[in-house]
């Protein structure tokens, strides 16, 4: 070659970050006995009814191609899913598409609605994707910070101030990845008269739609006025513990379906065929899987943001997903300093919250999708770190020492 | 008996992690500790939590081994002899660990555990076709637990933790 392998490399790629989660991963993997709450997924494995579907897919031979948009059966489940659940209507035929993940979903939405420079409001902390997807689609991502005193809830006025001439889209992820908050349905009408008012689009990740613990979900297409602004995403990785399988659903009016299906069509064709059919059943017969994982999921959220406070960092309790995000600036430490201290110390591993923006500094993201007791491990671990800070925050005297 | 929805909170976390603590069970019900122990007492004292059974697999204990037979009985219940007589005349024996009334082809379902084929097949011929009320019995012997009260012997696959220390 004549130059550097760097000058090979496409300006694009150059200009991306690497994630901050991958540094942190790269320091825990290489240690042994690592309580790790570090993990964004759940640590149920897929329940058997739709394993077995998918084996049984293989076994009869379902190694073809399916319609781009996925397989028909399977749009009609997803359409007849999001009007169970959620009050809204979908065509099977021409309103859903059967994605790679709802990773996949949101890189097609941004790509088909996005002009060169155009701004997409990000509600922050968020999810390490959404800025690079974004950029990658020649918009400009813009943060909308949030901050604890009100739960990490975005409000109308912090929309509005963000919003500019080339403010294209708002993109909304309720239940929260990493802050676990949710919005209810008031919240989330306040939020579409800004976008009615400004002429936006929302793309509304919804990928923790059934892990909502205290008050009942509610899809922002499902408020009036916003079915025709939103690109729903969902997905089976979360409440139906798939994510190794790689499979995620986008709901939207049929013109952007048919342009976001444009490009499906080319980049991948169509989603695993086999895995499809174990979608089928996912939908079809495994609601009380999903509600008893939900159940489980809010008992240990009960347990870990009470003792998280007794211990000392400062948590509010979210209403989703299976993150909290507790304030370690009682610490005094940057929250990279204390998700390595901790690793080190301790063997407990967090991901720091600056890893999702900047107002995610000061906070740590804990994943609560961990057994019972190594939940009390690490809790028992973060509380003697914590000591060695100087933090000593134990309101009813003992209360871990009996776990 | 009509719990209320705490109390049922309460009894289902114990099923599921029956090493809890009170306090621990408090904190993942959202309710005090002095409620977990007094809905705790009174489940007891109602016969609702039976016992705190610790399931071993015996088999991996040299010397331990037992065996284990179902067998399925045919009972006539004659008046003032119905089928609870009958049952409980069979289930004080010590060796019987389970005993169900059943609708189909027989009527009672009785697991026994003894040492030897022989301990079985006696209790078999000496005590359990000699009450008046048992018509016949088919013995099975049981060749091996795959999985017992939802518990999957061996077979573990699942309880593997595969995910990455970190993910986003
Ligand atoms: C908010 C959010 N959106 C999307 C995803 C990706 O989901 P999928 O596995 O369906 O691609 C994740 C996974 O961590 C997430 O947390």
Known sequence: MKHDV???????AK???PSGIRKFFDLAAGMKDVISLGVGEPDFVTPWNIREAAILSLEQGSTSYTANAGLLELREEISAYLGRRFGVAYNPKNQIIVTVGASQALDLAFRAILNQGDEVLIVEPAFVSYAPLVSLAGGKPIAVSTSAENGFKVTPEQIEQAISEKTRALLLCFPNNPTGTSL?????????NIIEKHDLLVVSDEIYAELTYDETFTSFAAIP??????ILINGFSKG????????GMLAAPKEFVEAMLKIF????LCAPTMLQYGAIEALRNT??????????YRRRRNYVVQTLNNIGLDCHTPGGAFYVFPSIRATGLTSEQFAEELLMQEKVAVVPGNVFGESGEGYIRCSYATSMPQLQEALKRMQRFLETKGIMRDREAGALSQL | MKLNSEELEILKIIEENHKASAETIALMALTSEETVKNTIKKLEDEKIIMSYPTLIDWTKVDGQESIIAMIDVKVTPKRGVGFDDVAERIYRFPEVSSLYLMS????????????????IAAFVSEKLSTIDNVVSTTTHFMLKKYKHDGVIFDGGADDKDRRMVVTP
């Open chain 1, 6 to 12: 760097a000058y090979y490399i496409s300006q694009t």
């Open chain 1, 15 to 17: 200009d991306l970050q």
């Open chain 1, 184 to 192: 209810n349905k008031a919240e989330l009408m306040e939020i579409a």
């Open chain 1, 225 to 230: 006025g916003m079915y025709e602004r939103t």
């Open chain 1, 240 to 247: 139906f513990a798939m994510t190794g399988w790689r499979l």
């Open chain 1, 265 to 268: 069509q080319y980049t991948t």
């Open chain 1, 287 to 296: 609601y009380h899987e999903v509600e008893s994982m939900q159940r489980s």
């Open chain 2, 104 to 119: 189909g082809a027989y009527d009672l379902s009785i697991t026994i555990e003894g040492k030897t084929m022989n301990q």
